[in-house]
Nanobody
């Protein structure tokens, strides 16, 4: 059975940085596109970043481009989201997901999700 578990969230101030980590277990991660999404109670789950199965290609949502960076370490079955220059609008629960579909796939194509980790950015 596949499990994804996110960690690294917390309460920070605007301008701070955080690194989120997602650990996958139950299968080799190396064949899967991995993505980060975020959600608040009043909004749908929003795409943040994704990285291709081989780590060569990445894609970012417009609101985080140039501030966030996604990476992966398949030997450790981990995916990271480095978040810099955080803003109050980045406040959300962040979810890690996996898909066998291409890099630009919508969230509906992601078949596995973790429980999420909360990020709160104060002004």
């Amino acid at each position: 059975q596949v499990h994804l578990v996110e960690s690294g969230g917390g309460l920070v101030q605007a301008g701070d940085s955080l690194t989120l980590t997602c650990v996958e277990s139950g299968r080799p991660m190396s064949l899967w596109t991995m993505g980060w999404f975020r959600q608040t109670p009043d909004r749908e789950r929003e795409f943040v970043a994704a990285i291709s199965w081989n780590g060569v290609l990445t894609k970012y949502g417009d609101s985080v481009k140039d501030r966030f960076s996604i990476s992966r370490d398949d030997a450790k079955s981990m995916v990271y989201l480095q978040m810099n220059h955080l803003k109050p609008d980045d406040t959300a629960r962040y979810y890690c997901g996996a898909t066998g579909a291409p890099l630009d796939s919508p969230r509906e194509r992601y078949i596995d999700w973790g429980p999420g980790t909360q990020v709160t950015v104060s002004s």
